[in-house]
């Protein structure tokens, strides 16, 4: 193969469309500060996604930093969360000087495993932090119910799950508030750029001050904030990417049944299913490489790339494990969640991606099959 096939690669508007949709910035020479289009970006995704109220940001990290401090928790409290996430999520947890406590996740969709919450609660304990994995919904109801018995915070990194729906219902109107991103790899992006769903207004003034320096007016700062304002150019890549939406969703869909007939019954190769069911976005295709392969998934991993398929250890190491947090939390028990982390490969799923370049992919795969 002349070129390499990358694990994802980002969906964009037509050229034109998105240059004729800036145009009007070189007459108000508006680029940031919530002007126009963050404001009907706004709009549109409150409807699109079915949710009450939603403060966009500059990316999805900043999203769920802020809603995290939104709530004002005491510093050195604990919010549970998984192990099993980008770096971000947990990153967000520390930099509000809290304490993450790891819950392990069900081998099943890689989602928090609601049963060992409880056991995980403490006096310190103020919030619960779970992923929507692989846009794999958590069980909502019983991470809820857990929730409201303790008193608890339950804010959703959806990071993953833009577009997921439980029945009619948007995820992101569950919990406290959930945060999306809106990142240049995601299955909706306005290059770099995030949202924080907010239940009410009163959640709302609050991510607006977080995110603008705590300014009211040009005389008054009522309170500490952060610089976390998406800007026109993202605002409007996001306006030009919503039209095309439906037309990404298909092709994604159409990649991983693709991938599901093609390697669905290959011996040691395992495709996780979600336990809840839901409106599928298909934002990723991860497999795990189990013992009966015959290849361990680094083996499988380096063959590939070796074949310029460059696919993701998605997540590896874990989160808790990652050399920043200093051993820190490598005593804690999390036999599934690293099990999963050892044998975790994504493989490449995009918008654009050909039948034939699938093909070669599940063709390698399969060539280790005896």
């Known amino acids: 193969m002349e070129k390499g096939i990358y694990v994802t690669r980002s969906s964009m508007p037509p050229y034109e469309e998105y240059i004729e949709a800036i145009k009007p910035l070189w007459e108000?020479?508006?680029?940031?500060?919530?002007?126009?289009?963050?404001?009907?970006?706004?709009r549109r995704l409150e409807e699109y996604l079915g949710v009450p109220r939603i403060s966009l940001t500059v990316n999805g990290h900043m999203a769920l930093e802020l809603a995290i401090q939104a709530f004002s928790f005491p510093e050195?409290?604990?919010?549970?969360?998984?192990?099993?996430?980008?770096?971000s999520t947990t990153h967000a947890i520390v930099r509000n000087r809290l304490e993450p406590v790891f819950c392990d996740v069900k081998e099943t969709d890689g989602t928090i495993d609601e049963t060992q919450i409880e056991s995980l609660i403490t006096p310190k304990t103020v919030a619960i932090v779970p992923v929507h994995v692989y846009g794999n919904l958590c069980n909502v109801d019983e991470i809820q119910k857990?929730?409201?018995?303790?008193?608890?915070?339950?804010?959703?990194?959806?990071?993953?799950?833009f577009g997921v729906k439980r029945g009619d219902v948007g995820i992101?109107?569950?919990?406290?508030?959930?945060?999306?991103?809106?990142?240049?790899?995601?299955?909706?992006?306005?290059?770099?750029?995030?949202?924080?769903?907010?239940?009410?207004?009163?959640?709302?003034?609050?991510?607006?001050?977080l995110k603008d320096f705590g300014i009211r007016n040009e005389e008054l700062t009522a309170s500490v904030g952060a610089n976390g304002k998406m800007s026109?150019?993202?605002?409007?890549?996001?306006?030009?990417?919503?039209?095309?939406?439906?037309?990404?969703?298909d092709a994604r869909r159409r990649a991983y049944e693709r991938y599901c007939e093609g390697i669905g019954d290959v011996k040691g190769i395992r495709i996780?299913?979600?336990?809840?069911?839901?409106?599928?976005?298909?934002a990723y295709f991860p497999i795990f490489v189990e013992d009966e392969y015959g290849l361990s998934r680094d083996e499988l991993h380096r063959k590939l790339a070796n074949n310029m398929i460059f696919a993701r250890k998605y997540f590896y190491p874990l989160t808790a494990d990652q050399a920043?947090?200093?051993?820190?939390?490598?005593?804690?028990?999390?036999?599934?969640?690293?099990?999963?982390?050892?044998?975790?490969?994504?493989?490449?799923?995009?918008?654009?991606?050909?039948?034939e370049q699938i093909d070669i992919i599940i063709s390698i795969i399969k060539e280790n099959i005896t």
Not at 35 to 41: A, D, I, M, P, S
Not at 149 to 157: A, E, H, Q, S, T
Not at 232 to 249: K, P, R, V, Y
Request: charged share 20%.
């Open 28 to 42: 108000s020479h508006w680029l940031t500060n919530m002007g126009e289009y963050h404001q009907e970006l706004e």
């Open 232 to 249: 026109e150019f993202s605002a409007i890549m996001g306006l030009c990417n919503l039209n095309h939406l439906n037309n990404a969703f």
């Open 146 to 161: 857990i929730a409201d018995k303790y008193n608890l915070k339950v804010i959703y990194d959806a990071a993953h799950a």
């Open 76 to 87: 050195g409290s604990e919010i549970i969360t998984t192990p099993y996430t980008f770096v």
């Open 172 to 209: 992101g109107n569950y919990g406290d508030a959930s945060i999306y991103s809106f990142h240049a790899t995601k299955v909706f992006n306005t290059i770099e750029g995030g949202g924080v769903v907010c239940k009410d207004e009163k959640m709302y003034e609050r991510m607006y001050d």
């Open 272 to 282: 996780p299913v979600p336990e809840v069911e839901t409106t599928r976005n298909y």
């Open 324 to 355: 920043c947090f200093k051993n820190r939390y490598k005593s804690a028990r999390l036999p599934v969640a690293r099990k999963m982390s050892s044998q975790v490969m994504v493989l490449p799923l995009f918008e654009g991606l050909a039948d």
